[in-house]
């Protein structure tokens, strides 16, 4: 059987339309930020998106989206994640659309009329509180609880750490301990919760390194510490049923690491033009940096990371949309692409000098940025260390590891 890497001529002209869009429209408007709100810059963004066809991309038509597969989604984002409002203009920006994607697939249609349709028209946004100070990145350390008060409501109590978005949502969805008793991957459950509310109170966001601009705190939403207290949540709100929160958190979680590589794949991409087209122009000791085989070299150990960065990508989008398992190319993506963004921005900050050092471009910006890359969604040893029980697994089933560490491509 032979491995087709031709894109569809479909996909390939919705990769071009989105290319153009965002450097025609996204990355100017980034400028207006400095001296307009954001909803004067983003209003007019989105309608624009919207009049072109631009919009929630991987939702289906009927839904009101692109109804795009993995595998032109996968392109469409790695185009959007070159400008901080790619995403946003397009209503594809975290954590709303996985949880948008959850709701889709779990919700009632009571829950996708109330809460999904006004996430999928872009006038509300939705936090995922799951991870806690005591848990971290067990999952299945949750301490929140949910006990049913009769039949009607259920009441949460508990605390949670690092839900982003947070300060900037209408919703949250909230993992809480329905069942002690239950088996381990049983035990919690998912909530959606309207805000603001009392029993949902943030403490405050998180300082973190990441250098914050204008509006950052909108756009991104802050990593909120929150308090949950006699938080009352009508049954109407459970979402997948009882015992299934862990198991729809992890499927939303994927496609969340996913999308994270996604827009690494740009930002770095951007960053490399930035450094090519400094090189290009800058001179020392009478000799353009772009003749210089040192910087050459720096050049080519980018383009490398990148290629590898992109091919794994979209393997693992043509698996998704053949309903193959994903679940080892995934950890083994999340952790290369985290630390392939951050290697291919220091690399530019290298080239510029004194210059990338400075906040006169952004690379200084996302440096501090993409650093987090290396914990969301499960920090590297997590990862590592599924991905080499998987390793040792195949070996001893098999007297190979090739089908854990892609010999087995397909």
Not at 207 to 214: L, R, S, V
Not at 312 to 328: C, P
Request: proline share 4%.
């Amino acid at each position: 059987m032979s491995i087709d890497f031709e894109i569809p001529a479909e996909a390939k002209a919705i990769r071009e339309k989105v290319r153009k869009f965002v450097h025609d429209e996204c990355i100017p408007a980034e400028k207006e930020l400095d001296t307009k709100p954001l909803a004067e810059v983003l209003g007019p963004l989105r309608k624009k998106a919207r009049a072109q066809g631009l919009w929630c991309p991987f939702v289906p038509k009927e839904y009101g989206g692109m109804g795009l597969g993995p595998l032109a989604n996968a392109l469409v984002q790695m185009e959007l994640g070159e400008s901080m409002l790619g995403a946003l203009s397009m209503n594809t920006q975290g954590p709303d659309d996985a949880s948008m994607m959850t709701i889709l697939a779990h919700g009632t249609e009571y829950q996708k009329e109330k809460f999904l349709k006004p996430l999928l028209n872009g006038e509300k946004r939705i936090c995922f509180s799951m991870t806690e100070k005591a848990a971290g990145a067990d999952a299945t350390g949750m301490q929140t609880t949910a006990v049913k008060d009769g039949n009607e409501n259920y009441i949460l109590n508990g605390e949670k750490w690092f839900s982003s978005s947070a300060s900037v949502a209408d919703l949250a969805l909230v993992m809480a301990k329905t069942d002690p008793n239950a088996p381990r991957h049983k035990q919690y459950s998912t909530f959606i919760v309207e805000l603001p509310n009392p029993g949902y109170r943030i403490k405050r966001n998180v300082a973190n390194m990441a250098i914050e601009g204008p509006h950052d705190d909108v756009i991104h939403g802050g990593h909120s510490e929150i308090e949950i207290k006699d938080l009352k949540v009508p049954a109407d709100n459970l979402l997948g049923g009882e015992g299934n929160g862990f198991n729809m958190g992890q499927h939303r979680l994927a496609y969340g690491r996913l999308r994270h590589g996604m827009h690494n794949v740009a930002k770095a991409q951007r960053a490399l033009d930035m450094a090519a087209a400094h090189v290009t122009k800058r001179s020392t000791f009478g000799q353009l940096l772009a003749d210089r085989q040192a910087v050459q070299f720096m050049l080519a150990d980018c383009a490398s990371e990148l290629y590898i960065g992109r091919l794994m990508l979209l393997h693992i989008a043509y698996k998704a949309e053949k309903g193959l398992d994903i679940r080892q190319e995934n950890s083994i993506a999340k952790i290369f692409h985290a630390h392939m963004v951050h290697k291919v921005i220091d690399t530019a900050i290298q080239l510029h000098g004194a210059l990338g050092f400075s906040q006169d471009t952004p690379l200084a910006k996302w440096y501090t940025q993409v650093r987090s890359q290396r914990l969301v969604d499960g920090p590297d040893e997590v990862h590592k260390w599924k991905i080499g029980k998987n390793v040792i697994k195949a070996f001893r089933e098999h007297g190979t590891t090739a089908s854990a560490a892609g010999g087995d491509l397909l």
